[in-house]
Structure formats: C-alpha cells, structure tokens
C-alpha cells in the first residue's frame, strides 16, 4: 500500500494506491480507514477500485452497505477511482449515481476528477 498525502483548496486527502486487496470484509475496511488516518491524519481518501474485493460490488452480498456506512459514521470522505463501466447491474448503477449526489462516498473515473470532488466538499 502506497499513501500519498496532499492538500487542496485547504482541505488533506489521502491517495493510496495497492496492487492487492486491502478492502475484503468490514474489519479491513476499518482498519484501512484507520491506518491511513493515522498516517496521514486526513479524513478524505481516494482509493484505486482494484484494491477493493469484488464482492463489494454485488450489492446483494451487502458488503458495500455495511463499508461505506462505516466510512460516513467515521466522517471519512472515500473516492473509489476506476472504471465501473463493467458492472451491467442496474441496482449498483443506481447506487453510484445515487452516491456521486451525495458529499460522502464517489465512485470516479480517474484520481484528478476525486480530488477535484473531495477538495470542495
């Protein structure tokens, strides 16, 4: 795991970037969001989509629900970055656009379209 930290318009984001799965179940998830809080002391993240188990994005394992809930009560700010065109789901589709509205979790195509959105919210 690679954590980068930088500062935009005021505001710390965390980019971490990992070729392997950091984020497989709810502990790890919060032991993700911990670590890099500690590291960094920045409560806004960007994190590659690949560093994130599949099944997060089969809303009916509801492992997803269970993550990101985490992150908002944490008052974590997470950009998920990759490309999401490959999931043909309906319901997760939903979910992102839904989510991308929100100022809490984003599902984004690139890492300067996340900073962008988690330096102005």
């Known amino acids: 795991m690679e954590v980068k930290a930088i500062e935009v318009n005021g505001k710390g984001i965390a980019i971490v970037q990992s070729e392997k799965v ?11 969001m911990m670590t890099v809080q500690y590291e960094t002391g920045y409560n806004r993240i960007i994190l590659n989509k690949s560093a994130i188990c599949e099944d997060f994005f089969h809303l009916s394992t509801k492992l997803a629900g269970e993550i990101l809930q985490k992150f908002i009560i944490y008052n974590v700010k997470l950009a998920i970055v990759g490309d999401f065109a490959a999931y043909t789901s309906k319901s997760l589709q939903a979910f992102i656009y839904e989510s991308n509205k929100g100022k809490d979790i984003f599902f984004l195509p690139e890492i300067e379209a996340a900073i962008e959105k988690l330096s102005t919210v």
């Open 22 to 32: 950091l984020i497989s179940d709810l502990q790890s998830a919060l032991d993700f």
